[in-house]
Protein backbone atom coordinates (compact mmCIF):
# COMPACT_ATOMS: atom_id res chain seq x y z
CA UNK A 1 0.00 0.00 0.00
CA UNK A 2 0.92 3.76 -0.40
CA UNK A 3 -0.16 6.97 0.23
CA UNK A 4 -2.66 7.07 -2.44
CA UNK A 5 -3.97 3.49 -1.95
CA UNK A 6 -4.93 4.60 1.63
CA UNK A 7 -6.75 7.25 0.22
CA UNK A 8 -8.53 5.03 -1.74
CA UNK A 9 -9.41 2.99 1.36
CA UNK A 10 -10.85 5.63 2.79
CA UNK A 11 -13.60 6.95 0.26
CA UNK A 12 -16.90 5.44 0.79
CA UNK A 13 -15.67 2.89 -1.73
CA UNK A 14 -13.15 1.84 -0.20
CA UNK A 15 -14.67 1.41 3.24
CA UNK A 16 -16.85 -0.75 1.89
CA UNK A 17 -14.14 -3.31 0.28
CA UNK A 18 -13.13 -3.07 3.50
CA UNK A 19 -15.71 -4.44 5.23
CA UNK A 20 -16.68 -7.25 2.06
CA UNK A 21 -12.83 -8.23 2.68
CA UNK A 22 -13.03 -8.38 6.50
CA UNK A 23 -16.72 -10.27 5.99
CA UNK A 24 -14.42 -13.11 4.31
CA UNK A 25 -13.13 -13.71 7.50
CA UNK A 26 -9.44 -13.69 5.15
CA UNK A 27 -5.78 -15.28 5.82
CA UNK A 28 -2.62 -14.71 4.19
CA UNK A 29 -2.48 -18.66 3.05
CA UNK A 30 -6.09 -17.83 1.47
CA UNK A 31 -4.99 -14.45 -0.19
CA UNK A 32 -5.19 -15.69 -3.93
CA UNK A 33 -8.61 -16.64 -3.65
CA UNK A 34 -10.15 -14.06 -1.21
CA UNK A 35 -8.78 -11.60 -3.73
CA UNK A 36 -9.88 -13.29 -6.60
CA UNK A 37 -12.95 -12.61 -5.34
CA UNK A 38 -12.68 -9.02 -4.25
CA UNK A 39 -11.21 -8.28 -7.36
CA UNK A 40 -14.62 -9.19 -9.11
CA UNK A 41 -16.31 -5.95 -7.19
CA UNK A 42 -13.56 -3.38 -6.68
CA UNK A 43 -10.25 -2.29 -8.57
CA UNK A 44 -7.46 -4.55 -8.40
CA UNK A 45 -5.26 -1.74 -6.16
CA UNK A 46 -8.37 -1.61 -4.01
CA UNK A 47 -9.32 -4.97 -3.56
CA UNK A 48 -5.71 -5.88 -2.53
CA UNK A 49 -4.56 -3.26 0.24
CA UNK A 50 -8.73 -3.77 1.19
CA UNK A 51 -7.68 -7.84 1.78
CA UNK A 52 -4.02 -6.97 3.51
CA UNK A 53 -5.27 -4.28 5.67
CA UNK A 54 -8.39 -7.05 6.41
CA UNK A 55 -5.81 -9.86 7.32
CA UNK A 56 -3.67 -6.93 9.44
CA UNK A 57 -6.64 -6.01 11.24
CA UNK A 58 -7.28 -9.97 12.58
CA UNK A 59 -4.13 -10.22 12.98
CA UNK A 60 -3.63 -7.07 14.98
CA UNK A 61 -6.83 -8.34 17.63
CA UNK A 62 -4.78 -9.50 19.94
CA UNK A 63 -2.07 -6.23 20.46
CA UNK A 64 -5.17 -3.69 20.00
CA UNK A 65 -8.98 -4.36 21.39
CA UNK A 66 -9.84 -1.47 18.73
CA UNK A 67 -8.13 -3.15 15.81
CA UNK A 68 -10.84 -3.19 13.42
CA UNK A 69 -10.69 0.53 12.53
CA UNK A 70 -6.90 1.06 12.74
CA UNK A 71 -4.75 0.97 9.48
CA UNK A 72 -1.66 -1.24 9.50
CA UNK A 73 1.37 -2.07 7.48
CA UNK A 74 2.72 -5.40 8.59
CA UNK A 75 6.19 -4.26 9.18
CA UNK A 76 4.42 -1.59 11.70
CA UNK A 77 2.28 -3.95 13.18
CA UNK A 78 4.80 -6.57 14.24
CA UNK A 79 7.09 -3.73 15.84
CA UNK A 80 3.86 -2.41 17.50
CA UNK A 81 3.68 -2.36 21.08
CA UNK A 82 0.67 -4.23 22.52
CA UNK A 83 -1.91 -1.83 23.41
CA UNK A 84 -1.82 -2.37 27.33
CA UNK A 85 1.88 -2.13 27.76
CA UNK A 86 2.12 1.39 25.68
CA UNK A 87 -1.06 2.53 27.96
CA UNK A 88 1.36 1.54 31.01
CA UNK A 89 3.87 3.52 29.86
CA UNK A 90 1.78 6.53 29.07
CA UNK A 91 1.65 6.71 32.93
CA UNK A 92 4.75 7.58 33.18
CA UNK A 93 4.20 11.25 31.52
CA UNK A 94 0.84 11.87 33.46
CA UNK A 95 2.69 15.09 34.73
CA UNK A 96 3.95 16.71 31.67
CA UNK A 97 1.62 18.96 29.44
CA UNK A 98 2.72 17.94 26.24
CA UNK A 99 4.33 15.27 24.74
CA UNK A 100 6.24 14.21 21.41
CA UNK A 101 6.42 10.77 19.99
CA UNK A 102 9.42 10.71 17.98
CA UNK A 103 9.24 7.75 15.79
CA UNK A 104 5.31 7.28 15.84
CA UNK A 105 5.00 5.50 12.66
CA UNK A 106 1.47 4.40 12.55
CA UNK A 107 0.40 6.19 15.69
CA UNK A 108 -0.37 3.43 18.11
CA UNK A 109 1.69 4.61 20.80
CA UNK A 110 0.32 8.25 19.98
CA UNK A 111 -3.07 7.23 21.17
CA UNK A 112 -1.90 5.94 24.21
CA UNK A 113 0.61 9.02 24.71
CA UNK A 114 -2.38 10.93 23.79
CA UNK A 115 -4.69 9.88 26.71
CA UNK A 116 -2.06 11.42 29.11
CA UNK A 117 -1.43 14.71 27.03
CA UNK A 118 -1.73 16.55 23.65
CA UNK A 119 0.61 14.70 21.71
CA UNK A 120 2.83 15.27 18.49
CA UNK A 121 3.73 12.32 16.44
CA UNK A 122 6.84 12.64 13.95
CA UNK A 123 8.12 9.86 11.52
CA UNK A 124 9.93 10.51 8.06
CA UNK A 125 7.60 8.20 6.25
CA UNK A 126 4.47 9.06 4.50
CA UNK A 127 2.54 6.22 4.23
CA UNK A 128 2.84 5.45 8.29
CA UNK A 129 1.99 9.33 8.93
CA UNK A 130 -1.24 9.19 6.84
CA UNK A 131 -2.10 5.99 8.64
CA UNK A 132 -1.31 7.75 12.03
CA UNK A 133 -3.49 10.46 11.18
CA UNK A 134 -6.70 7.92 9.75
CA UNK A 135 -5.96 5.92 13.17
CA UNK A 136 -5.98 9.04 15.45
CA UNK A 137 -8.94 9.93 13.60
CA UNK A 138 -10.86 6.84 13.62
CA UNK A 139 -10.07 6.66 17.59
CA UNK A 140 -11.42 10.02 18.38
CA UNK A 141 -8.43 11.75 19.28
CA UNK A 142 -8.16 14.31 16.11
CA UNK A 143 -8.09 17.22 18.73
CA UNK A 144 -5.42 16.09 20.81
CA UNK A 145 -3.48 14.36 18.64
CA UNK A 146 -1.22 16.21 15.77
CA UNK A 147 1.40 14.60 13.16
CA UNK A 148 4.49 16.16 11.66
CA UNK A 149 7.05 14.41 8.80
CA UNK A 150 10.73 14.95 9.84
CA UNK A 151 13.55 13.05 10.14
CA UNK A 152 14.77 12.26 13.57
CA UNK A 153 18.55 12.41 12.40
CA UNK A 154 18.31 16.19 12.24
CA UNK A 155 17.45 18.99 14.86
CA UNK A 156 14.20 18.21 16.54
CA UNK A 157 11.24 20.48 14.78
CA UNK A 158 10.12 21.35 18.51
CA UNK A 159 9.04 24.47 19.92
CA UNK A 160 7.96 23.20 23.34
CA UNK A 161 8.21 24.22 27.06
CA UNK A 162 11.21 22.32 28.25
CA UNK A 163 10.11 21.18 32.08
CA UNK A 164 6.19 20.66 30.82
CA UNK A 165 7.29 18.71 27.69
CA UNK A 166 8.19 14.82 27.48
CA UNK A 167 9.45 12.60 25.02
CA UNK A 168 9.22 8.98 23.92
CA UNK A 169 11.29 7.42 21.21
CA UNK A 170 10.78 4.27 19.54
CA UNK A 171 13.91 3.89 17.08
CA UNK A 172 13.97 1.70 14.04
CA UNK A 173 14.81 -1.57 15.36
CA UNK A 174 14.99 -3.52 11.44
CA UNK A 175 16.69 -2.95 7.95
CA UNK A 176 16.09 -4.29 5.09
CA UNK A 177 13.36 -7.13 7.19
CA UNK A 178 16.26 -7.88 9.53
CA UNK A 179 16.32 -7.02 12.97
CA UNK A 180 18.96 -5.03 14.54
CA UNK A 181 20.06 -6.16 17.95
CA UNK A 182 22.60 -3.34 18.94
CA UNK A 183 21.35 0.09 20.07
CA UNK A 184 24.31 1.24 17.74
CA UNK A 185 22.61 -0.11 14.54
CA UNK A 186 18.93 1.33 15.70
CA UNK A 187 18.26 4.11 13.14
CA UNK A 188 18.20 6.80 14.10
CA UNK A 189 20.85 5.00 16.63
CA UNK A 190 20.55 5.36 20.54
CA UNK A 191 23.14 8.00 20.97
CA UNK A 192 21.45 10.62 19.54
CA UNK A 193 19.36 10.80 22.35
CA UNK A 194 22.51 12.48 24.01
CA UNK A 195 21.45 15.58 21.76
CA UNK A 196 17.99 16.27 23.04
CA UNK A 197 18.77 15.55 26.79
CA UNK A 198 20.44 18.90 27.38
CA UNK A 199 16.96 20.38 25.88
CA UNK A 200 14.34 18.03 26.97
CA UNK A 201 15.68 15.84 29.92
CA UNK A 202 12.49 14.08 29.93
CA UNK A 203 13.04 11.19 27.66
CA UNK A 204 11.52 7.47 27.50
CA UNK A 205 13.37 4.90 24.82
CA UNK A 206 11.65 1.83 23.78
CA UNK A 207 14.18 -1.04 22.66
CA UNK A 208 14.78 -4.22 22.21
CA UNK A 209 14.27 -6.63 25.53
CA UNK A 210 17.23 -8.36 24.16
CA UNK A 211 19.70 -6.13 24.69
CA UNK A 212 23.29 -6.09 25.77
CA UNK A 213 23.55 -4.07 28.80
CA UNK A 214 26.91 -3.46 28.90
CA UNK A 215 25.79 -1.36 25.60
CA UNK A 216 23.66 0.99 27.98
CA UNK A 217 26.53 1.38 30.53
CA UNK A 218 27.29 5.09 29.22
CA UNK A 219 23.74 5.97 29.80
CA UNK A 220 22.20 7.43 32.81
CA UNK A 221 18.49 6.08 32.91
CA UNK A 222 16.47 3.30 34.53
CA UNK A 223 15.96 0.31 32.40
CA UNK A 224 12.36 -1.08 32.66
CA UNK A 225 11.88 -4.52 31.29
CA UNK A 226 8.06 -5.15 30.72
CA UNK A 227 6.73 -8.33 30.54
CA UNK A 228 3.03 -9.30 28.81
CA UNK A 229 0.90 -12.54 30.40
CA UNK A 230 4.34 -14.13 30.84
CA UNK A 231 5.83 -13.37 27.52
CA UNK A 232 9.04 -10.61 27.87
CA UNK A 233 7.77 -7.30 25.28
CA UNK A 234 10.00 -4.84 25.31
CA UNK A 235 12.69 -2.75 27.15
CA UNK A 236 12.43 1.18 28.03
CA UNK A 237 14.98 3.36 29.29
CA UNK A 238 13.85 6.31 31.08
CA UNK A 239 16.04 9.41 31.11
CA UNK A 240 15.66 12.91 33.66
CA UNK A 241 12.70 13.06 36.27
CA UNK A 242 10.89 9.67 34.19
CA UNK A 243 13.61 8.15 36.19
CA UNK A 244 12.62 6.48 39.24
CA UNK A 245 15.02 3.64 40.19
CA UNK A 246 17.96 2.00 38.14
CA UNK A 247 15.76 -1.44 36.94
CA UNK A 248 12.77 -2.19 37.21
CA UNK A 249 10.43 -5.36 36.33
CA UNK A 250 6.69 -4.51 35.35
CA UNK A 251 4.88 -7.63 34.70
CA UNK A 252 1.56 -6.90 33.34
CA UNK A 253 -1.41 -7.82 34.32
CA UNK A 254 -1.16 -5.73 37.08
CA UNK A 255 -3.23 -7.40 39.90
CA UNK A 256 -5.34 -5.49 42.07
CA UNK A 257 -4.68 -6.26 45.85
Not at 240 to 253: D, K, Q
Request: one cysteine or more; charged letters at 25%; glycine letters at 6%.
Amino acid sequence: MDPSGLGALLTPTGQEAIRAAEALAPREEDFLAHFQVLSRQYPEDMARDALELAILRREAAVKFPFADHMFFTREALEQASPWQVASCRAKRFRNFERLVDLGCSIGADSLALAGVAPTLGIDIDPLRLHMAQANAKAMGFSDGLSFLQADLVDPLPIKCPQSSTGLFFDPARRAGGRRAYSVRHYHPPLDIIKTWLPDYPAVGVKISPGVNLAELSAYQAEVEFISLNGDLKEAVLWFGPLRTTERRATLLPVLQQ
